[in-house]
């Protein structure tokens, strides 16, 4: 996929707008001086607020979806020590019917995070801060007049240690250690 593949129109300055295959997305970004001034986002700026918005859908004969993502982060302090602080939720839907049988499936997936992180602008694994998703997904299956349905749910804590590792429990009971340089996770 290449750049002429989305519909993309720049408006002002921090702003991107487009949409492809249904879905239209947002990015906005405003930049402050250190005095809390607006200012172009650019090397100089010492904060900034970045909301994101992803919303769209597709619906043909016999399977629909849609999604709605929306972001809020503030940055500070990116001309020293760079904080992100921020929220993010997610909502997936799909459904789909079967062609020659009554078969019906629908999956939601709803995911909220929150975020606070501290890093070093040259040492991604030197930051430190905690990262939680509440996530839920359900998948209902229907044949006929029968139904069932299976729901995943949980809260993942992840906490950044600042030492390359990450901490990260799922749902308050199981624990796992991630090394953030090579991926390796290992349950406690």
Same mark, same amino acid.
């Given at each position: 996929?290449?750049e002429? /593949?989305? /519909?993309?129109?720049e408006?002002?300055?921090?702003r991107v707008?487009?949409?492809r295959?249904?879905?239209? +997305?947002t990015i906005? $970004? ?6 809390g001034?607006a200012?172009?986002c650019?090397?100089?700026?010492? %904060?900034a607020?970045?909301?994101s918005?992803?919303?769209?859908s597709?619906e $043909?004969?016999r399977y629909d979806?849609?999604i ?5 982060w503030q #940055?500070?302090?990116? /001309?020293?020590?760079p904080? #992100?602080a ?5 909502d997936?839907?799909?459904?789909? !019917?079967?062609?020659r049988?009554?078969v019906d499936?629908? +999956?939601?997936?709803e995911?909220?995070?929150t +975020? ?12 430190t801060?905690?990262? !939680? ?12 007049v029968?139904e069932a349905?299976t729901t995943f749910?949980?809260?993942?804590d992840?906490?950044l240690?600042?030492?390359? %590792?990450a901490?990260?429990v799922?749902?308050?009971?199981? #624990? +796992?250690? #991630? ?10």
């Amino acid at each position: 996929m290449n750049e002429s /593949d989305f /519909d993309v129109s720049e408006g002002v300055a921090g702003r991107v707008e487009g949409t492809r295959g249904g879905v239209a +997305y947002t990015i906005a $970004t405003d930049c402050f001086d250190a005095m809390g001034v607006a200012q172009d986002c650019d090397e100089t700026a010492a %904060s900034a607020d970045v909301t994101s918005l992803v919303d769209g859908s597709v619906e $043909t004969a016999r399977y629909d979806w849609s999604i709605l993502r929306e972001a809020n982060w503030q #940055l500070d302090d990116l /001309d020293a020590t760079p904080q #992100l602080a921020g929220t993010a939720t997610t909502d997936l839907r799909s459904t789909f !019917t079967a062609l020659r049988r009554a078969v019906d499936r629908d +999956y939601i997936l709803e995911l909220d995070g929150t +975020y606070d992180i501290t890093g070093s602008p040259d040492d991604i694994t030197a930051a430190t801060g905690v990262v !939680t998703w509440q996530v839920t997904a359900t998948r209902t299956r229907g044949v006929g007049v029968s139904e069932a349905e299976t729901t995943f749910d949980a809260t993942i804590d992840a906490t950044l240690n600042g030492d390359g %590792s990450a901490t990260i429990v799922l749902s308050g009971d199981y #624990l +796992y250690t #991630l090394d953030q340089v090579t991926g390796d996770l290992d349950a406690e």
